[in-house]
């Protein structure tokens, strides 16, 4: 842009005018960064904004970020997926893209209890109370943390108290 710069003094006398070429500069690309890698359970999912903020995917301008993981990522099926991240400023700018992998893991899965004898189960519930019986103990002493050189300390204070006494006189 071409900018003219003309000024007047106090009295009205007009200087000679100036002519200034102006650029205005684009920001520069984003740059976005994330963790390499995160792993969950196939029995967890979740959607693009919470991976995004568990891997903590930003840019370095708050540009927004989008990805593929909609699209990549199987939740329920165990494997390695790769998801790219990429970012546009508010110049248009792309920012160069960048990955991390999204690792699936086999769901543990709950044990299976099976009774060996279920004849002896009742079929009726008992109507016997169960009084549980609770042990409060009092603890009349703090257990011992470490932190014990308080006498070790008021020794050396008292022997520097009597160095500087003994030294003065």
Known sequence: YEVTLNAVNEDGVAAEAKIFIVRI???PAPIITVDP???YDSAIIK???ELLKEVRAKTNDNSAITSDAPDK???QTPGSYTVTLNAVNED???ADPVTFIVHIVEAKKAPIVIEENPADTPTKPSKQKIKEKIVIKKITKLPRTGDTQSKAILGGVLCLGAWFLFRKK
Do not use: R
């Open 25 to 27: 500069l684009k920001s």
């Open 73 to 75: 990522v199987k939740w």
């Open 37 to 39: 890698e995160v792993s």
């Open 47 to 49: 959607n693009e904004t």
């Open 92 to 94: 248009g700018i792309p």
